[in-house]
């Protein structure tokens, strides 16, 4: 009998090692499927958002990155229920402990939670989207993604910043209507700020009228005498450019700027000082 008992309770143990081992393979097979669907459901999303035309692109991409956030975390969400589905925990009872947790959780979640509902804020204001180049507490970029938690920022220089939502504060959007580029010129205490002026007026307006530098929308505008610095007048000219064109714009602006006052000989000073020697 002491036999019998022995190999029954051995058949019990190698069963119980058998389950657990099924139960590791089932949920491996579970988070597997779960990633599949997940970036399948992605793919579907950007899709859809793609050949609509109901949102302008920035706006498309942006709302296709918010769902492809929100379709990721449902999925990890039945992920979970499944899980403890095999290991015989009913998540209704699981729910019915994070019920009773989440004031105690909601003190140290404070931040997420203030994350979220700005990310939320931040979309059906239409504050910045997806493409757009921006300056956040700072950091100043293009936006590559906008999350239900952070913003991811790409920096001209290749750096990326991420940002949580509910330090955003005060966004400055250069991608809205259009750009303004902004030339300041220095030249010599000795030249006429007259003759320099009309100069300027008459080169920027051929330089608008051939269409020489693109991304023009308007002729620029020689605003006049900017600041009388140092060793030099600073005379500024304005330029309203189409989005993330004012850049290159005051960059072509100076080069033919320069090359005029070459042919004129007006002279672009460089800092200078004057020495008085005094004898006993």
Same mark, same amino acid.
């Given at each position: 009998m002491s036999k019998?008992?022995?190999?029954?309770?051995?058949?019990?143990?190698?069963?119980?090692?058998?389950?657990?081992i099924y139960n590791i393979v089932l949920c491996?097979?579970?988070?597997?499927?779960c990633?599949?669907?997940i970036k399948l459901i992605q793919k579907a999303i950007k899709r859809s958002f793609a050949a609509g035309t109901r949102f302008n692109p920035g706006k498309s991409a942006t709302m296709s990155t918010v769902c492809c956030s929100v379709a990721k975390y449902a999925v990890y969400f039945f992920m979970l229920c499944f899980v403890l589905s095999v290991w015989g925990i009913n998540p209704a009872s699981l729910l019915a402990i994070g019920g009773v947790a989440s004031v105690a959780v909601g003190l140290g979640a404070q931040s997420v939670i203030q994350d979220i509902f700005a990310g939320i804020f931040i979309l059906t204001e239409?504050?910045?989207?997806?493409?757009?180049?921006?300056?956040?507490?700072?950091?100043?970029?293009?936006?590559?993604?906008?999350?239900?938690?952070t913003?991811?920022?790409?920096? +001209?220089?290749?750096?990326v910043y991420i940002i949580p939502n509910g330090q955003i504060k005060i966004v400055t959007n250069m991608s809205k209507g259009f750009n303004r580029a902004v030339v300041d010129i220095g030249i010599a205490y000795s030249e006429s700020i007259d003759r320099v002026t009309e100069l300027l007026k008459a080169e920027l307006?051929?330089?608008?009228?051939?269409?020489?530098? +693109?991304?023009?929308?308007d002729r620029p505008q020689v605003l006049g005498v900017e600041e009388l610095g140092e060793s030099s007048i600073v005379i500024r000219v304005r330029a309203d450019c189409a989005i993330g064109e004012n850049w290159n714009v005051e960059r072509e602006l100076r080069r033919l700027i320069k090359n005029a006052f070459d042919r004129e000989g007006i002279e672009i000073p460089f800092p200078q000082q004057v020495v008085h020697i005094t004898k006993d």
């Open positions: 019998i008992v022995a190999m029954l309770l051995g058949l019990e143990e190698l069963t119980g090692i058998f389950k657990i491996i097979v579970i988070a597997v499927l990633m599949a669907a239409d504050q910045f989207g997806v493409g757009d180049t921006v300056r956040i507490e700072g950091c100043q970029g293009t936006v590559e993604s906008i999350g239900m938690r913003t991811r920022l790409r920096s +001209p220089d290749g750096d307006e051929r330089i608008y009228k051939e269409g020489v530098v +693109p991304g023009m929308l």
